[in-house]
């Protein structure tokens, strides 16, 4: 099993729809929670930080962490074409820096 | 400002030939980071590099990989005797202080590399 389990996907929702994508992971270590956005042929850009358990807005996106069941989530809401991108989730904890990452989910949202 | 810079953006080489890449963090960042993204696999960390310590190779697929970074700033990834396997997008980030866990990291646009 791997420590952090993403579906791929591909994921195509109408515009203005909810979209919603998760991650599961493994390592209860983990303290620190992020989702990064990557737009074809270009580095991953942080979206959402949420340290520990709990939820946290900004603007159009909700991430959620619950980490008795090792879960996060990510909301968009008012799906729009240029949400179209990948969505990687990214955690770590304690003294490790790297992050680890999920595979990614790639959204297409169509007008 | 300007933002973590990779170099260069595509390379192509063939298989057996030895590679370099470049990275130059944001001004300032004391940690540095070298990530591999295959398709299908996500990414995985390489190798990490905090100030003037000495860096966590624990991520490095074999002793074909090495990195360095010079002066605490520029960071090289160098992949020996390259082969097919090796073709995918190697992301560079860097980070403000520690590197440890919940530092925001910047990535870089990447380097694609294709083994022939």
């Known amino acids: 099993q791997k420590e952090v389990e993403q579906d791929p996907g591909p994921l195509s929702v109408p515009e203005g729809a909810i979209v919603s994508l998760n991650c599961t992971y493994s390592n209860s270590a983990f303290q620190y929670f992020m989702w990064y956005r990557q737009y074809s042929r270009k580095g991953p850009e942080l979206l959402m930080y949420t340290y520990s358990s709990g939820n946290k807005e900004d603007g159009r996106f909700t991430a959620q962490v619950d980490k008795s069941s090792k879960y996060i989530s990510l909301f968009i809401r008012d799906s729009q074409p240029s949400d179209s991108a990948t969505y990687l989730c990214a955690m770590s904890g304690g003294s490790q820096g790297n992050l680890i990452f999920g595979k990614g989910t790639k959204l297409s949202v169509k007008p | 400002g300007a933002g973590v810079s990779q170099s260069p953006s595509n390379k192509v080489t063939e298989k057996g030939k030895d590679v370099e890449l470049r990275c130059d963090p944001i001004s300032g960042h004391t940690a540095l980071y070298w990530y591999r993204q295959s398709l299908g696999q996500g990414l995985e960390f390489l190798i990490y590099f905090q100030g003037n ?21 520029v960071s090289t ?25 919940g530092e925001t990291q910047y990535f870089g646009p990447g380097t694609r590399l294709l083994v022939l």
């Open chain 2, 53 to 73: 310590s000495a860096p966590d190779k624990s991520g490095l697929p074999s002793d074909r990989f090495s990195a360095e970074r010079t002066g605490g700033s």
């Open chain 2, 77 to 101: 990834l160098t992949i020996q005797r390259t082969q097919q396997e090796d073709s995918a997008v190697y992301l560079c980030a860097s980070s403000l202080l520690s590197g440890r866990g």
